[in-house]
């Protein structure tokens, strides 16, 4: 599926360490993968495609789908435009995207949960065959239940730094 272009704005995109998330009505959120450098494409489709792969098995499986936002698959993006209008296609990966329900609320790292919980949580992702979920990030009602889970993927794969 083509989507729309995304405008880089303030307020309607997040940055991450591999992607930017544009949200867009109807409620949706659509991750984009980054391109930092011209030789990490097929890491960068590791990666993707492992949280592509982990998202399609939360979404099939009734108790992990009460966890995760509603998945909605990959996403082919014509473009994303900066705050001026000009592109800047050159710095993503435009195939290497997906889109899902957005999810409002303050988002903690699944580190910041009791470890009680936390290994619960893991296990029943594991069990599934979602094993990266340690960068993940959730979202907790009153009582520190977990309302939402967001970044987890079948396996993990290192981010590459350039720093010396």
């Known amino acids: 599926m083509i989507q729309d272009i995304f405008r880089a704005l303030p307020h309607q995109y997040d940055e991450g360490a591999y992607a930017y998330v544009f949200f867009s009505p109807p409620g949706r959120a659509t991750k984009i993968f980054k391109r930092r450098q011209p030789s990490e494409s097929g890491h960068v489709r590791e990666v993707?495609?492992?949280?592509?792969s982990a998202y399609e098995i939360a979404s099939s499986v009734p108790a992990l789908q009460r966890l995760t936002p509603a998945y909605y698959g990959k996403v082919a993006v014509r473009d994303v435009l900066d705050g001026q209008g000009r592109?800047?296609?050159?710095?993503?990966?435009?195939?290497?995207?997906?889109?899902?329900?957005?999810?409002?609320?303050?988002?903690?790292?699944?580190g910041c949960m009791l470890p009680a919980c936390y290994e619960t949580l893991e296990g029943s992702f594991r069990t599934h065959g979602i094993f990266h979920t340690k960068d993940a990030s959730v979202v907790l009602d009153e009582t520190s239940n977990v309302?939402?889970?967001?970044?987890?993927?079948?396996?993990?794969?290192?981010?590459?730094?350039?720093?010396?």
């Open 48 to 52: 993707f495609e492992s949280e592509v």
């Open 87 to 110: 592109s800047i296609a050159n710095l993503l990966f435009l195939d290497y995207a997906y889109q899902m329900d957005f999810v409002s609320g303050p988002f903690h790292k699944i």
């Open 147 to 164: 309302l939402c889970v967001i970044d987890f993927a079948v396996r993990e794969y290192e981010l590459f730094h350039d720093d010396p």
